[in-house]
């Protein structure tokens, strides 16, 4: 498993900020109400983000030598594809949060209410990216000295 890349983010971004800008769209058309995310989604985004760093700071301590506790393998490797999963969903979350926004800013009339709930969304989404970012470089093991066959990256998943 290798690290996020920049280019999966951004299609990520934009599959979920067109989507969300298109079914805004296309259901406030045929009569339907706006959306509106409620003010939990943030606040459980910003926790998952707060979780998921706080799951891959024993693995950071122990790769870099500074725990003596021993990190099982099989945890480290959920850890590290729960980071991966997180900074892609939180680039899925952001490109929807940006496609809600740029719906409201195009609208004649939208409540302030409306647009501070996406924005909070929005910035709930961005937190959840760069946690899972985050996460996912604590759980990057360090290159070996002694290693000939290390990775081209400049170090090994956990």
Request: proline letters at 4%; hydrophobic letters at 55%.
């Amino acid at each position: 498993m290798g690290r996020t890349t920049v280019g999966a983010l951004i299609a990520l971004g934009v599959i979920g900020g067109v989507a969300v800008f298109l079914l805004q769209t296309a259901v406030v058309a045929v009569g339907g109400a706006r959306y509106e995310p409620a003010l939990s989604l943030p606040i459980a985004l910003v926790v998952i983000g707060v979780i998921v760093i706080a799951m891959a700071v024993p693995i950071f301590r122990t790769t870099r030598g500074h725990s003596e506790r021993r990190v099982e393998p099989l945890l480290a490797a959920r850890v590290a594809l729960l980071a991966k999963s997180s900074s892609l969903a939180g680039a899925l979350l952001v490109g929807g949060g940006l496609g809600l926004v740029g719906y409201l800013l195009t609208r004649s009339v939208a409540g302030v209410g409306s647009m501070a709930m996406a924005l909070a969304a929005l910035g709930g989404a961005i937190v959840l990216l760069v946690a899972g970012l985050v996460a996912e470089f604590l759980c990057t093991v360090p290159p070996n000295d002694d290693d000939e066959h290390g990775s081209p990256s400049g170090g090994a998943r956990a």
